[in-house]
């Protein structure tokens, strides 16, 4: 049986904004349907605050009240009329039918609300011949009866939640129901307390609207849920704020920072502020999950996954990576800039200095730091980014090798060029503005030469969250006791491993001219070669941030100038795009996590080694607000929760003895 031969009747309780419409739709261009059911009370319109529906509710082809008997149904039609397939939609509590068994065609039901009925889907679930759940996490515990039990997630209806052309009035939309004293109130609140909300109860076209005028549309997850408003909001074109639905496939579907934006609830205001401050990042995001939902997530994709599987075409639905991969067809990314090739070097250290001027806002500069290097051994190599500093310090005697830049070509072009001068297996990259003692450079080179897999080496740098283009936390100068792995190393003191960086063809990024940008940059590339980055805990140099930029209202290079903010925001638009377009291309999606949990995890384990439970507690609930998906994390806090009660105890009995 093809499907476009088959009959099937559709029961429902009929209302316009039930999932089962949308399946109607879907399923009458490739069906012939015969809905059955009821029509939702009137009672209900009132009490679930429907009265903004600007859609009749319409009688079903067989009106039936809500509870009905299939036996006596059949008896009174031609057989003619009889179903190839029948299929039950949840929708409103107490429809039922009844003698399910009169019916001798395949018996499907799909149950949306697993995630607050389990036990009641658990019978409903031994009624039919085949069952299909919308909460891919209960899939397991259904199948204990119903064997043929798979997973299909709700979609969306793009003639239905389509982009409507108007301006984006509203900073942050939602539609749909709130609570009082609910977590999804609270959110709301924490979002209205800093920016303009605009809240509707409105469904279809008039919902659609709403979402596009938004420029980002607010969800929250009842229970783990992954619900319908996540593909709706995505297939108006408007970006996603959302939680995530945790084990509900949400994860493997969709890209945090690449096809919409995920909250955790004490970063909410800082996710929303991040788009709302880049509209050309956001819009483009907003774009591709539009592509993706319309690629694979769309009722229609839905009922023909569930008829192949009824109808034996194939054993199962999609599984989320299949879904992922569908969705991504014909969906272009940026290819990676591929770095120039460079000349292989071997022998000991060297000291690459970038300079732009003499650093106004520092009491340092390339005199007092060429002062420094006096009584340490290497080569120095100073990039003059401008004639005019060239001509004041290219003859001082500590400097071995130089190049003069005719314009300022920012730090990252800089730092190549010394790379391509320097011919020592160490390179020290040291800003013009630092202040550093011989025990710091000794330290560092010890470090990189010992440490397992050591690409870069340097005194300070920082766990970040790439998404947002921010730290996580940042170790400063005298913050730590011991070397650690971390995301990247701070730009303005460091060393490299130069036959790795030859070895692996990295090289710094030119894109991120004149500054921002470029360790994180660095630092990805590193990880991506599978090697690391660490920071490592000496105290004997100084250093004052932004020696030049302070001083600067704008940064000359080449013949354009910006400010520093101006520069800030198209590069963070840089990183986020070509590393999104490389861990897509590599299919290395971890690529882009950050060394943050395994930081946490490993800091509260000593916590626990040390006996100090309370301690490593309060750490791990703090890591599981930023990271509650994180399974090592997950698993700690259990750990943590069964020590302290066995703690507890103990002290109990002690106590009682």
């Known amino acids: 049986m093809k499907s476009t031969a088959a009959h099937i009747w559709l029961s429902y309780v009929s209302y316009p904004v039930t999932t089962a419409a949308y399946l109607e739709r879907a399923l009458r261009k490739i069906c012939r349907v015969t809905t059955i059911g009821p029509r939702l009370p009137e009672e209900l319109i009132i009490r679930w605050d429907l009265h903004n529906l600007n859609q009749p509710v319409r009688p079903h082809d067989i009106d039936t009240p809500m509870s009905y008997d299939l036996a006596d149904i059949l008896t009174k ?24 068994e009169a019916l001798s065609c395949p018996k499907i039901g799909y149950l949306i609300d697993t995630h607050l009925s389990l036990d009641h889907h658990r019978e409903l679930a031994k009624q039919f011949d085949f069952v299909f759940l919308v909460h891919r996490q209960f899939v397991d515990e259904i199948k204990k009866v119903n064997p043929n039990t798979f997973w299909l997630p709700v979609a969306c209806d793009p003639e239905i939640h389509s982009t409507h052309k108007t301006e984006k009035c509203f900073n942050i939309g939602f539609v749909g129901s709130i609570q009082p004293g609910s977590r999804r109130q609270q959110l709301l609140n924490s979002l209205a307390s800093q920016f303009q909300i605009h809240y509707e109860r409105c469904f279809w076209d008039d919902m659609a609207h709403i979402f596009s005028q938004s420029q980002i ?6 229970k783990n849920d992954l619900n319908m408003r996540v593909f709706e909001v995505m297939s108006t074109g408007s970006l996603l704020l959302t939680d995530m639905a945790r084990n509900s496939g949400q994860d493997e579907l969709f890209r945090d920072g690449e096809d919409y934006a995920v909250y955790r609830d004490n970063t909410i205001c800082d996710v929303a502020r991040f788009y709302l401050d880049n509209t050309e990042l956001r819009e483009q995001i907003a774009a591709r999950g539009r592509l993706l939902v319309h690629n694979a997530h769309t009722y229609a994709h839905r009922m023909e996954d569930l008829l192949a599987v009824v109808l034996g075409n194939k054993p199962d639905t999609f599984s989320a990576q299949e879904l992922r991969a569908r969705s991504l067809a014909g969906v272009q990314t940026q290819d990676a800039v591929v770095p120039s090739s460079i000349c292989i070097s071997s022998a000991r250290r060297s000291f690459v200095i970038p300079v732009l001027d003499m650093s106004p806002a520092s009491e340092y500069n390339i005199l007092t730091l060429l002062d420094d290097l006096k009584c340490i051994e290497g080569d120095v190599i100073v990039i003059f980014n401008g004639q005019d500093i060239a001509e004041q310090v290219k003859n001082h005697p ?19 060029l010394g790379l391509e001068i320097a011919a020592t297996p160490t390179v020290f990259i040291l800003n013009a503005d630092l202040h550093v003692e011989k025990a710091a450079i000794d330290a560092l080179e010890q470090a990189l030469i010992s440490l397992p897999n050591a690409a870069c080496v340097g005194p300070q740098g ?8 921010r730290d996580y936390v940042y ?7 011991k070397p650690l792995v971390v995301d990247a190393v701070s730009g303005f003191f460091f060393a490299i491993k130069l036959q790795h960086f030859n070895d692996k063809i990295i090289r710094f990024e030119n894109g991120f001219t004149p500054c921002y940008f470029e360790e994180w940059d660095i630092g990805l590339q590193i990880k991506q070669a599978g090697l690391k980055n660490y920071i490592v805990p000496v105290t004997e140099y100084e250093h004052h941030w932004s020696g030049t930029i302070r001083a600067l209202r704008e940064i000359e290079y080449y013949e354009k100038a910006e400010t520093a903010g101006e520069i800030l ?6 990183i986020l795009n070509k590393w999104r377009a490389i861990a897509e291309r590599t299919d290395n999606a971890a690529l882009l996590e950050s060394g943050f949990m395994n930081y946490i995890a490993d800091q509260a384990e000593l916590l626990i080694s040390e006996g100090r439970y309370s301690e490593a507690k309060m750490l791990i609930d703090k890591a599981l607000l930023r990271a509650p998906e994180n399974d090592r994390i997950f698993a700690m806090n259990r750990f943590c929760t069964i020590l302290a009660e066995k703690t507890e105890h103990n002290k109990q009995q002690n106590q009682g003895a």
């Open 398 to 416: 500590r400097i071995t090798r130089y190049a003069v830049m005719k314009h300022n070509i920012g730090v990252a072009r800089a730092w190549n």
């Open 462 to 469: 920082s766990f970040f969250e790439f998404a947002l283009a």
């Open 475 to 481: 170790f400063d100068k005298g913050t730590f006791n």
């Open 217 to 222: 549309v607010f969800n929250e997850a009842v």
């Open 569 to 574: 925001l198209r590069n963070r638009r840089t």
């Open 77 to 100: 039609l031609d057989p003619s009329e009889h179903p190839d397939l029948y299929l039950w939609v949840e929708s409103v509590g107490g429809h039922q039918p009844r003698n399910l």
